[in-house]
T-cell receptor
Framework: DAGVTQSPTHLIKTRGQQVTLRCSPKSGHDTVSWYQQALGQGPQFIFQ???????QRGNFPDRFSGHQFPNYSSELNVNALLLGDSALYLCASSSTLLYAVELYGYTFGSGTRLTVV | DAKTTQPPSMDCAEGRAANLPCNHS???????VYWYRQIHSQGPQYIIH???NNETNEMASLIITEDRKSSTLILPHATLRDTAVYYCIVRTTGTASKLTFGTGTRLQVTL
């Protein structure tokens, strides 16, 4: 059973550019959350998507946007990249079935390492 | 979500039990305690969670104090592969509830 798949695994971009990161959730999961993890820090919540809509958002600027597709996969877009956007971007999926998150927790991908130069 | 406090680092000899503490003194009645771990260069992995009773699964045991203000994650026989950052998280139930990570405890298992 495939877990959460993220692509690409590594990416180098220049300041001011735009980037798109992709996530395929675990089979059977319909909710996708995105997290940013700076070096030496815990992951920080960016936003969550369910039924193709943003359901909850963390404290991130509008430069960060997302999308969820009918097959539940998701994209994270970051515009006007800053050096401070360099981080590991993690995707986590879960199911809205009753108590699924409580029973099994969230499933995380291995992340995309974004470096902005 | 309530704030948690964990020691920044701990060491444990291989084969011994690793006991990782977590303080969550402002936890409310509908908040669960979750534990995740993150092995270097991987995404966080769910370990265990509980509300007020002690819990055990194939990976670990979770001991929650009676007043629920603190908890301990126990890895009964630590191996080198358990070396990771361990995060204690308090969250409400519900699929929309995000995970709020702190900086966690870096557990180093040694020979």
């Amino acid at each position: 059973d495939a877990g959460v798949t993220q692509s690409p695994t590594h990416l180098i971009k220049t300041r001011g550019q735009q980037v798109t990161l992709r996530c395929s959730p675990k089979s059977g999961h319909d909710t996708v959350s995105w997290y940013q993890q700076a070096l030496g820090q815990g992951p920080q919540f960016i936003f969550q998507y369910y039924e193709e809509e943003e359901r909850q958002r963390g404290n991130f600027p509008d430069r960060f946007s997302g999308h969820q597709f009918p097959n539940y996969s998701s994209e994270l877009n970051v515009n006007a990249l800053l050096l401070g956007d360099s981080a590991l971007y993690l995707c986590a999926s879960s199911s809205t079935l009753l108590y699924a998150v409580e029973l099994y927790g969230y499933t995380f991908g291995s992340g995309t390492r974004l470096t902005v130069v | 979500d309530a704030k948690t406090t964990q020691p920044p680092s701990m060491d444990c000899a291989e084969g011994r039990a690793a006991n990782l503490p977590c303080n969550h003194s402002t936890i409310s009645g509908n908040e669960y305690v979750y534990w995740y771990r993150q092995i270097h260069s991987q995404g966080p992995q769910y370990i265990i969670h509980g509300l007020k009773n002690n819990e055990t699964n194939e990976m670990a045991s979770l001991i929650i104090t009676e007043d629920r203000k603190s908890s301990t994650l126990i890895l009964p026989h630590a191996t080198l592969r358990d070396t990771a950052v361990y995060y204690c998280i308090v969250r409400t139930t519900g699929t929309a509830s995000k995970l709020t990570f702190g900086t966690g405890t870096r557990l180093q298992v040694t020979l």
